[in-house]
Structure formats: structure tokens, C-alpha cells
């Protein structure tokens, strides 16, 4: 391969995105994609910006509040979150004349920029949508607007550094443990364990990070009768046995945002979505097929978004708790050592599913805010070289995430129907806690 074609792979595919208004649509109709567009510009940012998973959900949750709690004034039948989310208080109210649209807009550019790393890509972003506003809005409403976002986005901005994400940046490593069942680096980079303390970041809607913890475990035993060794035995057998239809599927929900491949000597980065990411998009798809109001659309984004981060920080703390051995490191030690898993193992324990966890808990958000049996088709992996996929259900998609990770490799059978639960309760809680008349499944 030439080193041409090699820099193109190496390249972060972006998603489809406008940036502002175009002259000849009305600034009313434009809202909702106005809303999309700036959630597409954040993934395509965090993927640049080459954030974990983990990381990249905290990225996408707080500018979507700081956006709910601006939009929400014009809907009377939209709560609040503050005093809802753990910490949140105090959020401004809206002055008279206010465009809450607008401050909506500039109170998400204003969080989104204060946690990317790239901040002069949603400046930018900025700047074009307050010129394309000054030609259709009265200035002073403008003003007012702009004013009022700037001091949501401010108390929002305050709120995410007492999360504790600052001082987990300085806490100790991850200690290799050397227990026989415990989970140690996987090939190829043999990387240190990812975000070891993320359990120690406030959740928004946990009592405690350990609030799901499943109550059924994944026990290590080597006890050919145990239900460890027949899971191991049985994703070994997957794994030799993979058709071409599971190996897309494989491919298509692998959302690895830093994938290691190399050429000989040379070693190189593909860049791609993260899970999070994925399901933000799924969101945006689903809000767009429904025509869903901006309000609505706002809701649906700050649920759904506030679900996954929550979703990171319960599924990581499960994964360091019980530090579990990854499929690859015992198949290769008592099975076969020339075994190797689909898709590339990520640096951290396997139980429980992050994947598995974070789309069951999205999946359960959006059917209670836009329905059960919601067909869509995903067109998310397009840029990533996969086709699209329709789905039947929320559920349909999130099911279909988890068992990817099966045909994968990297996760036991059990460990994907265990991950399944935990993900749905957890779901289930965010609903009940922020918009109790959302019917749950």
C-alpha cells in the first residue's frame, strides 16, 4: 500500500454536517436541523480530537443539557433538570424577550468549546450561526439572547469541574494484577487499562456507581463444568465459525475510535465513532425521520445523552471491580494459542459489556420518548466503509450492538446477556427520574 493511500485510511471520516442556516430556508424551520448539525460537528470533533469512549460521553452530555435547559422555556410540559441531575442547581431563568432558541444554540457552543480539543472548530461554528441570526432577528433580542445563553452555558461550564474529571487526569495508574482469572493487556499494543477510575467521576442520575452492579457475576473457573469455561469455550467456537454476516455485524458496531493497524515497520491509527457517538447519531436519525419538534428533539438528546455518560461510569466500575479476563489472553493460554479474536480487543477489563451497556441504556431512552416499534435505518457507518442497516426497534439495534461484541471476540455470551440487563435498568432510571410520564418497556 502506498503511503498515499495510507494517510487517506489514516484519515478521520466525517459526517455529513451544515453549519448554519442557508439564506433561502426560514430561520423557523430550520431549528431542529440547526440542532443536529451541531451534534454531528461535536462527534466529528471528539473523533478528530481522538477522545475515549468514556471521555467522549462527557463531551456529548453536558453542552446537550446546557442546550435542554435554554429550549425547555418554550415547552411548559418540559421539567427542568436542575435538582434532578446530581450537583445541577441554580440554572438562570429566561429573561423577557429572550430567543431561547438562540441561547440554546450559543449556551451548547459555549460548553462544547470549554471541553474539546479542537475549541476553534465550534467557534467557528459560533460566529457563522450569530451572522446568519443578526439577518432575520432584532438585534437587541439578539443581545438579550446571546446574553442569557452565555449564562446558562457559564453555570453549566461550573457544574462540569466539580465532576471530579480534572483530578481523576492525576490519579495512579492501573496495577497489573497477576491472579489467573484477572484481566491483563491485549495485543497488539499491550496497552495499560483505559480510565481505571472513571467510577470516581459524579454520575448525573446514580445514587452510586455501583447502583446497577448485576447481581448475577461472571465467576473465572477453569472447572470444565463451570459457566466461565463453557462461555469461554463457546465464544472460541464463535470465533472459529464466523460467517460472513457476523463478521459485518462485527464490523459494523466495532465504533473502536483508535483502531491500531501497521505495514511492516510502520504502525498507524484508523480513527472512528465511539459507541456514545453512534447512538447520538442514531438519535439525530430517529428525531429526523419523526420530524420531531426542537423541544422534543432537545429532550431526546439530553436523555438519551445523559444515559450513556451514566452508562460509562456504571459499566466501568463493574470492569475494574471484577477485572475480568478477556476472551484472547485464556483462549491463547489453555485452548489455542493461535486463536485471535475478530475485532481488536480494547485495553480494559471485559465484564461487563461497554457496548452492551451503553446502546441497552440509549435503546431504553429513546422507545420511551419516541416508541416502540420505531423503525429507522442507521446511516451512521457510512463513512467508515459499512453500509447502511434498518432497524425495527431501538432494541433491535441495541441487541444487535451487544451481540456484535460476541462475534467479535472480545466479550463472552454471557457477559453480553448480563450487560443487556444492566443496561436496560439503568435506562429505565434515567426515564423514571427525569421525565416520569415517558411510558417505559
Known amino acids: 500500500m502506498s503511503l498515499n493511500k495510507l494517510r487517506k485510511r489514516a484519515l478521520v471520516p466525517l459526517l455529513p454536517i451544515l453549519f448554519f442556516i442557508q439564506p433561502h430556508q426560514t430561520?423557523?424551520?430550520?431549528?431542529?436541523?440547526?440542532?443536529?448539525?451541531?451534534?454531528?460537528?461535536?462527534?466529528?470533533?471528539?473523533?478528530?480530537?481522538?477522545?475515549?469512549?468514556?471521555?467522549?460521553?462527557?463531551?456529548?452530555?453536558?453542552?446537550?443539557?446546557?442546550?435542554?435547559?435554554?429550549?425547555?422555556?418554550?415547552?411548559?410540559?418540559?421539567?427542568?433538570?436542575?435538582?434532578?441531575?446530581?450537583?445541577?442547581?441554580?440554572?438562570?431563568?429566561?429573561?423577557?424577550?429572550?430567543?431561547?432558541?438562540?441561547?440554546?444554540?450559543?449556551?451548547?457552543?459555549?460548553?462544547?468549546?470549554?471541553?474539546?480539543?479542537?475549541?476553534?472548530?465550534?467557534?467557528n461554528w459560533r460566529v457563522a450561526f450569530t451572522d446568519s441570526v443578526y439577518k432575520s432577528t432584532d438585534s437587541n433580542t439578539i443581545k438579550i439572547s446571546v446574553q442569557y445563553g452565555k449564562q446558562v452555558a457559564d453555570t453549566v461550564i461550573a457544574w462540569t469541574k466539580r465532576d471530579n474529571y480534572l483530578k481523576s487526569r492525576g490519579l495512579i495508574r492501573y496495577v497489573i494484577k497477576n491472579k489467573s482469572g484477572d484481566w491483563q493487556p491485549t495485543p497488539l499494543d499491550y496497552a495499560q487499562g483505559l480510565e481505571p477510575h472513571w467510577n470516581t467521576i459524579r454520575p448525573l442520575t446514580l445514587t452510586k456507581p455501583s447502583q446497577f452492579s448485576p447481581k448475577e457475576k461472571l465467576v473465572f473457573s477453569m472447572d470444565k463444568k463451570s459457566l466461565f469455561y463453557k462461555t469461554m469455550m463457546e465464544t472460541y467456537t464463535i470465533g472459529k465459525t464466523l460467517d460472513t454476516i457476523r463478521k459485518a455485524t462485527g464490523l459494523y458496531w466495532d465504533d473502536n475510535p483508535n483502531v491500531s493497524a501497521n505495514i511492516g515497520h510502520l504502525n498507524y491509527f484508523i480513527h472512528k465513532i465511539s459507541p456514545g457517538g453512534h447512538w447520538v447519531m442514531i438519535a439525530k436519525q430517529a428525531c429526523e425521520k419523526n420530524n420531531t419538534s426542537i423541544t422534543k428533539a432537545a429532550q431526546v438528546y439530553a436523555l438519551t445523552t445523559i444515559a450513556i455518560f451514566d452508562a460509562f461510569i456504571s459499566c466501568w466500575d463493574e470492569k475494574y471491580r471484577t477485572n475480568l479476563i478477556r476472551p484472547i489472553t485464556i483462549i491463547n493460554r489453555v485452548v489455542d494459542g493461535n486463536w485471535t479474536p475478530f475485532i481488536q480487543t480494547p485495553p480494559f477489563p471485559e465484564f461487563t459489556s461497554g457496548h452492551s451497556v451503553t446502546s441497552n441504556a440509549a435503546a431504553t431512552v429513546l422507545t420511551a420518548l419516541l416508541g416502540d416499534n420505531f423503525e429507522f435505518t442507521d446511516k451512521t457507518e457510512i463513512p467508515f466503509g459499512n453500509s447502511t442497516r434498518t432497524f425495527h426497534s431501538f432494541y433491535e439495534a441495541s441487541l444487535q450492538s451487544s451481540n456484535s461484541r460476541v462475534y467479535g471476540g472480545i466479550h463472552y455470551p454471557e457477559t453480553a446477556r448480563i450487560s443487556v440487563l444492566q443496561g436496560k435498568a439503568l435506562g429505565k432510571n434515567v426515564v423514571k427520574i427525569l421525565y416520569p410520564p415517558a411510558t417505559i418497556k
Do not use: W
Not at 467522549?56 to 442546550?67: G, K
Open 27 to 123: 430561520f423557523a424551520q430550520q431549528k431542529e436541523q440547526v440542532l443536529h448539525n451541531l451534534n454531528t460537528l461535536l462527534v466529528n470533533t471528539v473523533m478528530e480530537d481522538l477522545f475515549t469512549p468514556p471521555i467522549a460521553s462527557r463531551i456529548y452530555v453536558y453542552p446537550n443539557i446546557a442546550f435542554y435547559e435554554c429550549i425547555k422555556n418554550d415547552d411548559a410540559t418540559l421539567p427542568t433538570l436542575s435538582g434532578k441531575l446530581n450537583g445541577l442547581k441554580n440554572i438562570p431563568a429566561s429573561p423577557k424577550g429572550t430567543d431561547n432558541f438562540i441561547a440554546a444554540c450559543v449556551s451548547f457552543s459555549y460548553v462544547a468549546q470549554s471541553l474539546v480539543g479542537t475549541e476553534y472548530k465550534i467557534e
